[in-house]
């Protein structure tokens, strides 16, 4: 089935994992391509490893960004992004968080080419509020309270809600509601890729 899917950089076939904060994009992707060999890739991970990684001339700006809740722009990731998934040995990649804007996208398209689909898991705000809430107890993530919450829901409205708009235009949008039991949105989940992926 692949072979008729819009392909990306080096013969491979990517899936954008989209959704507001806290959607469970991490939690479903992680497994998901742990399960199956799948190649993935966080864009949040990314940018906080290069937060942690004293040598990086980026560290102060980016952690900046993400502690204000706003997005980090495209030049600071897609090179990153192109690395991760040329360096993945499996056919397929699972990029979760990216890309949060259509300038994300367009340039994604330049550098890596065209992403096969995009699965979106959908969840409404006081859900996504509250899992952040209740993780932020424990993460020691600079964004998880209620100063940051509000901004990066916003983030997204405004910024990835056209990128969902601009892949289901081009009918490559697939809808997963999220607001349910893990192992539920897994299921549907994985039934979402199986629409392009034969796994
Ligand atoms: P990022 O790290 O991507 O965070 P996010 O999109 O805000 O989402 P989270 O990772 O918090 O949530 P998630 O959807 O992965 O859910 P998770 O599985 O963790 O980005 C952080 C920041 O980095 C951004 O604000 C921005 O500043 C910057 N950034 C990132 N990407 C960028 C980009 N492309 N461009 C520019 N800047 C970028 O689950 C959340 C919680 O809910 C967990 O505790 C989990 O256990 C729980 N949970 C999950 N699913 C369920 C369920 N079904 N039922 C109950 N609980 C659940």
Redesign the pocket.
């Known amino acids: 089935m692949v072979n008729s899917l819009y392909m990306s950089i080096e013969g491979k076939s990517v899936i954008f994992v989209l959704?507001?904060?806290?959607?469970?994009?991490?939690?479903?992707a992680i497994a998901t391509s742990k399960k199956y060999s799948f190649g993935y890739a966080?864009?949040?991970?990314l940018?906080?490893a290069e937060i942690a990684d004293p040598n990086s001339p980026n560290a102060q700006r980016i952690s900046e960004?993400?502690s204000a809740?706003?997005?980090?722009p495209?030049e600071l990731?897609v090179e990153t992004i192109r690395r991760a998934i040329v360096r993945s040995p499996s056919q397929y990649f699972l990029l979760?968080?990216?890309?949060?804007?259509l300038a994300?996208d367009e340039k994604f398209c330049a550098q890596v080419g065209q992403a096969t689909a995009c699965v979106m898991?959908d969840a409404p705000d006081e859900v996504l509020i509250s899992?952040?809430r209740?993780?932020g107890e424990s993460s020691g993530r600079c964004?998880?309270n209620d100063k940051v919450i509000p901004a990066?829901l916003e983030?997204y409205r405004k910024e990835t809600v056209p990128v969902l708009e601009k892949y289901e235009k081009a009918g490559l949008l697939t809808t997963v509601n999220?607001d349910?039991?893990?192992e539920k949105?897994r299921e549907d989940f994985e039934n979402a890729l199986r629409k392009y992926w034969t796994f």
């Open positions: 959704g507001g904060p806290g959607s469970g994009k991490g939690t479903q966080a864009a949040g991970d940018l906080r960004i993400i809740g706003k997005l980090v495209p990731l979760d968080g990216f890309p949060r804007s994300q898991l899992r952040l209740k993780r964004d998880d990066r983030a999220a349910a039991p893990i949105v």
